[in-house]
């Protein structure tokens, strides 16, 4: 099973607010990826790190912001939530490029905005 | 551009019984394909991944298959229990880039009835 963890797994919040999803793996992995999914669609990319201090942002247009300061730690950031961002928030992270490099999911956050 | 169709986009089945999901993609140039498994409102778990070289890879009750000449593959499930009811992606990796870019089906969503 990968060690990947998102907290929290479901949250409601009010529009305006501010939030952070966290993200943590200990496999040492230095790509780290977020993407949004809405339900029945595919995985979109909103925001990828090659490592510690390398952010770059998607496919996805996306109003968040993330930090990679640590190895282990790929926090995203929603400095006022809307309506709009309601959807679910995947965390994946992967080992170095190669043939059979593989992608481990988080469990996602269910983000609703009220 | 870079696409991956996966067809149908929903399925029913009773138990026991045998499925197949199509999986198209125009990736290139391909580095390999993998099927994962996402329940309801958690994060996809791969089932298999397969590289230019393969053409068939089994995982218990899940056997995939890959045609890289016509880009097709395929994900056979067999005797069919209610815990395969899911949603199943089909991810295609390309290798023109240092991230390795990840392509998402929309997936087809399975249902098993007792």
């Known amino acids: 099973e990968a060690d990947i963890y998102q907290t929290p797994r479901y949250l409601v919040i009010g529009t305006g607010k501010k939030i952070t999803l966290e993200c943590s793996q200990t496999?040492?992995?230095?790509?780290m990826y977020w993407y949004q999914q809405d339900p029945g669609m595919e995985l979109h990319l909103i925001h990828y790190?090659?490592?510690?201090?390398?952010?770059e942002k998607g496919d996805l247009s996306s109003e968040s912001t993330v930090s990679r300061i640590r190895t282990e730690h790929f926090p995203l950031t929603l400095e006022s939530a809307r309506p709009s961002h309601t959807s679910q928030y995947l965390c994946?992270?992967?080992?170095?490029?190669?043939?059979?490099?593989?992608?481990?999911f988080g469990q996602g956050t269910r983000l609703t905005v009220v | 551009k870079n696409q991956v169709e996966q067809s149908p986009q929903s399925l029913i089945i009773l138990e026991g019984k045998n499925c197949t999901l199509q999986?198209?993609?125009?990736?290139?140039?391909?580095?390999?394909l993998r099927w994962y498994k996402q329940d309801t409102g958690r994060g996809p778990v791969s089932l298999t991944i397969?590289?230019?070289?393969?053409n068939t890879k089994s995982n218990g009750r899940y056997t995939a298959t890959l045609d890289a000449d016509t880009k097709q593959s395929s994900l056979h499930i067999t005797a069919s229990q209610l815990s395969d009811s899911a949603s199943y992606i089909c991810?295609?990796?390309?290798?023109?880039?240092?991230?390795?870019?990840?392509?998402f089906g929309r997936g087809t969503q399975l249902t098993v009835w007792p």
């Open positions: 994946a992270s992967s080992a170095p490029t190669g043939v059979n490099t593989e992608a481990f």
């Open positions: 496999m040492g992995h230095d790509k």
């Open positions: 790190s090659y490592g510690v201090n390398s952010t």
């Open positions: 999986c198209n993609y125009t990736v290139s140039p391909f580095s390999n």
């Open positions: 397969m590289t230019f070289s393969e």
């Open positions: 991810v295609v990796s390309d290798r023109g880039s240092t991230l390795g870019r990840l392509y």
